[in-house]
Structures are given as structure tokens and as C-alpha cells.
């Protein structure tokens, strides 16, 4: 089955990130298995490689193999990875963290994901790309701020259903104030209310905040989403859902497409609160986990393993 002129456009983009991983043909003297023919070779899947220029034969190789045996696309790209891995390390330019990830999100708009390239252990294993940033180390705003957010938040929690959401907005406005993320009220453009929206290193956020008594399935998410799609190139969003998420809404989000948003659920709020991590900590790690995995909400004992 032929791929949409989207997942060409992907694949070519695909070709061109994994262009450094090996060589189009092995050494003569070296193991035939370290280049991108050796590797189709092994599989099964020379028929779909070509001579000639390595990057027209690499985008050939991986639009054929979804085109005529899907199933088989997984195998492909992950021993591309595998046999890079040894190639890139004699090279001395060894394949780094954030190479990987981004191959993951070009990889999602194909319509896959691959367990093995997003397993947390193997991206951690890999160095990181010179000049990247490491998370900032978790901290606490000042002593005197949580308690008064603290004290806050019970009171926005005994208000009922309705003043509690217009309350829980200006709440969460202070709490983005008080770790420096300069927050803007809510506000209204034709046809949408947005929540509000903060800065989060150069990134902009916008904010969708929901306090009901039922989880939040798909819909809501994908809502929002498109919100925060259709305004320009560069704005992400954060969802904040008291009650939490939907499983099957979860699965059904990271199904359809990249996803452009973080979601934080009460008890994300709650270790805020506490003091046992600084908010754009967990915002980093949160942003960090889904250009990985496209997961849009991981629980925070999942990013922080060994502390909670």
C-alpha cells in the first residue's frame, strides 16, 4: 500500500537524519553487515535497495519496506540504530541522545514507534550532543511562597465546581509566577478561550486547566491540541487535569499524530507544591519524555526514579 504524500515527506526527512549511520556498501575487508545494503542484506530487504547515490537509495529502501512489507519496518530502522552504534563509535563520532530522538519524532509521523528507541535505559546510555543541556537539578521555591500556594490551593479545592475553575486559574497563575515562568492571564480570541500561557526557557506555553470530577479522555486533548497547533510554529501547551487521564485517551492522542503538549495531572501539582521539585524541573523532563516517546503525560515517579 503506497504511503500519503505526509509519510513521503517524513521517510525523506528519515533518509537524511539517518544519512551519517553507515556507509551505502560495506568495505570490502570490514563486516558486510555495517553498511545500509548489509543491514537490507540480513533482512531480507536488498530487493528494495539501490545503486547508486547513498541518499536516494536510503529514502528508496525506507519508503518500499512500509510500501510492501510494513511489518518489517521496525526490524529496519532499529538495526540501522544497532549497526550505527558500532559504526559511529570506530568512527569516533559516536550516535548521541539527541540524534535518536529526533529520529523518534520524524519516525511518528510515518506512523510508528518503536519500543526499542524510546526504552529510557538505552536513550540515557547515549552521549549527549556537545552543547545540549542536562535537566536542571529538582529544587524548591522559597519556604514562605509554598506555604502561602499551599494554603491557596485548599482553599480553590473546598470552593464549588464552578467559582473553583475560575479560582484554579488565577491559582495556577501565582504558582507559574512564583518559579519565575512570567505568566499571562487568560484571554479570549475569536471563537477560543485560552487559560493563559507562560515561558518556559524560550519556549511559550499555552495553558489548558480542568478541574472536574471525571478523568479526561481523548477528546479534550485533541481540542486543545489544535489550539495550540493553530497558532503559529513555535507555542507547545500544558493540559492540567486535577482528575487525571483517561488510559484509553491517553493511547488514543499519542496514536494520531506528534504530539504539541505536556500533561500534568494533581498529583504532579501536588509534589509542585510540597516542595520536592522545582516546576520547570518537571516541565523540562515532561517536554524532554514526549519529544522521546510522544507520551504527552508520564507521571512524575516515572521521570524521577529513585526520589519518589
Not at 59 to 85: D, K
Not at 159 to 167: C, F, I, S, V
Not at 169 to 177: A, I, Q, R, T, Y
Request: hydrophobic share 40%; net charge positive.
Amino acid at each position: 500500500m503506497a504511503i500519503s504524500l505526509a509519510e513521503s515527506h517524513a521517510v525523506a526527512r528519515l533518509a537524511r537524519a539517518l544519512y551519517d549511520f553507515l556507509p551505502g556498501k560495506p568495505h570490502p575487508f570490514a563486516d558486510q553487515t555495517i553498511s545500509f545494503a548489509g543491514v537490507a542484506h540480513e533482512l531480507g530487504l536488498l530487493k528494495y535497495w539501490s545503486q547508486g547515490s547513498k541518499e536516494p537509495a536510503l529514502a528508496q529502501l525506507l519508503t518500499r519496506t512500509p510500501e510492501r512489507e510494513r511489518g518489517a519496518f521496525g526490524a529496519l530502522v532499529v538495526r540501522i540504530v544497532q549497526r550505527g552504534m558500532i559504526y559511529r563509535q570506530n568512527k569516533g563520532s559516536p550516535i548521541t541522545r539527541e540524534e535518536v530522538v529526533a529520529i523518534n519524532a520524524i519516525i511518528a509521523q510515518v506512523g510508528f514507534k518503536f519500543r526499542e528507541l524510546h526504552d529510557p535505559k538505552f536513550l540515557d546510555s547515549l552521549p549527549r550532543a556537545p552543547g545540549s543541556e542536562p535537566d536542571r537539578p529538582p529544587k524548591s521555591a522559597d519556604a514562605k511562597t509554598l506555604a502561602a500556594l499551599q494554603r491557596r490551593f485548599l482553599e480553590v479545592s473546598m470552593l464549588p465546581a464552578h467559582p473553583r475553575g475560575t479560582a484554579f486559574e488565577g491559582f495556577l497563575n501565582d504558582v507559574f509566577s512564583a518559579y519565575g515562568l512570567a505568566p499571562r492571564s487568560p484571554f479570549r480570541i475569536v471563537g477560543e478561550q485560552i487559560d493563559g500561557s507562560f515561558q518556559l526557557g524560550q519556549d511559550t506555553y499555552l495553558l489548558e486547566a480542568k478541574w472536574e470530577d471525571l478523568r479526561i479522555g481523548q477528546a479534550p486533548l485533541l481540542t486543545f491540541s489544535g489550539k495550540v497547533g493553530g497558532k503559529s510554529q513555535w507555542p507547545r501547551g500544558l493540559f492540567i487535569s486535577m482528575s487525571g487521564y483517561t488510559p484509553e485517551g491517553l493511547d488514543a492522542f499519542a496514536r494520531g499524530k506528534p504530539t504539541n503538549i505536556v500533561c500534568m495531572e494533581g498529583l504532579c501539582l501536588y509534589h509542585v507544591l510540597s516542595g520536592a521539585f522545582d516546576l520547570g524541573t518537571v516541565l523540562s523532563r515532561k517536554a524532554r519524555r514526549a519529544a522521546e516517546t510522544n507520551d504527552a503525560f508520564v507521571p512524575v515517579r516515572e521521570l524521577f526514579p529513585g526520589v519518589l
